[in-house]
């Protein structure tokens, strides 16, 4: 203080005004910094937004797709006849190349046609254990293959019928997804024809061929889906990325030994990892928002989400990126703006001391 009374009043005035033109860079800096990380939060919460919507119109065609397709093979004249004639032996060789090959093009894991009259599997491309079983009191009766079946037999003419991802034994226990339509021919009904559908193009959609960084996502950003119980109806990034780390973190957060098992086994955590963020939760409530969220993984993530329209599955889509990846942006430019206040801080401070030291008293 005695110093600062011994300055002239010339010094005092240049003192005053280095403070007021440091507190006002350091206040403009301040509010540039906040309304930056504003605007940036709002970008990040926008683009996850629309990375939503585009992921949730591609599985939703995807589903329209395979409804369509299922439709047609409904009222092809091939699974009528294979459903009419009793000579199956020549109707199969006859046949079975063209369905095997839709089966495969699509990339189905199996495709049924089951008589409604018998309620019994009548044919089956891959001619597995469940092939020539009662689906009324087989040993598949309470099966995914079964639940699609009575669906799509008490359902109208072009409804398709879906029975959601469940643990299916002849399909070695993977999980499996069926759709279903009846088949009418002269509006009797026949039959009904059924696909078993796995998660590989579900996966593709949901992860944009795993091509994260050049589509937006950068090194932790992702989508994907749930069920309306919370556990995954496609794969999470983590998991295809590095699972070892991703089964230690479930073992960590407590998941039973069953559970990690099985997910290690199949190589996937779909109907069995249960996601229960508050993104997950809101969404299977009906709504849909964006929100900064703890992420399934126990980190803070920008989190937008909502519901699928896919009629027959109650499913839910999620889209997430790291808080501290998306938000790298705004820290260098505070860390730019601290740079700066400090910097002309120490410029005004050596002015006025080589200006102090010069003033006549």
């Known amino acids: 203080m005695d110093k600062l009374k011994e300055l002239s009043i010339g010094a005092k005035l240049v003192l005053m005004t280095v403070v007021l033109v440091l507190v006002a860079i350091l206040a403009t800096s301040i509010i540039g910094y906040s309304l930056s990380r504003s605007a940036i939060e709002r970008n990040i919460f926008n683009q996850l937004g629309m990375a939503r919507q585009l992921r949730a119109s591609e599985i939703e065609g995807f589903f329209k797709q395979q409804q369509s397709l299922l439709s047609v093979l409904a009222g092809d004249v091939l ?47 891959e001619k597995r254990i469940d092939f020539g079983t009662s689906l009324e009191n087989g040993p598949f009766k309470d099966s995914g293959l079964a639940k699609a079946y ?65 589509i937006g996502f950068g090194n932790s950003g992702e989508t994907y889906l749930i069920g309306s119980n919370g556990t995954l ?48 939760q809101l969404a299977t409530k009906g709504q849909k928002g964006e929100a900064i969220v703890k992420g399934y993984q126990n980190d803070d993530v920008f989190s937008s989400y909502g519901k699928l329209d896919i009629p027959g599955l109650d499913w839910y889509i999620i889209c997430e990126i790291s808080l501290a990846e998306a938000m790298e942006p705004a820290h260098n430019l505070r860390n730019a703006f601290i740079f700066s206040s400090l910097l002309i ?16 008293v």
Do not use: C
């Not at 009846?182 to 959609?205: C, M």
């Not at 973190?249 to 996601?275: C, P, W």
């Open 79 to 125: 699974t009528i006849e294979t459903i009419d004639s009793s000579t199956y032996s020549n109707v199969h060789a006859k046949y079975h190349p063209m369905l095997r090959n839709i089966m495969q093009k699509n990339g189905w894991r199996d495709l049924y046609i089951v008589d409604t009259s018998a309620d019994t599997v009548i044919y089956s491309v």
């Open 150 to 214: 009575h669906l799509a037999k008490n359902a109208k003419q072009g409804v398709v019928s879906m029975a959601d991802f469940e643990s299916y034994i002849p399909a070695d226990g993977a999980q499996a997804l069926f759709m279903a339509t009846p088949i009418y021919f002269e509006n009797s009904l026949k039959g009904v024809i059924i696909i078993q559908i796995t998660s590989d193009e579900i996966n593709r959609v949901m992860t944009g061929e795993q091509k994260w960084a050049s």
């Open 233 to 280: 109806r496609s794969e999470t990034r983590t998991m295809i990325e590095d699972k070892k780390s991703y089964l230690s973190f479930l073992a960590a957060q407590g998941v039973d030994a069953k559970t990690t098992r099985q997910i290690e086994m199949f190589n996937y955590g779909i109907g069995l990892h249960s996601i229960n963020t508050n993104s997950a």
């Open 345 to 360: 801080a120490l410029i005004a401070s050596a002015v006025l001391h080589l200006f102090s030291s010069r003033v006549i």
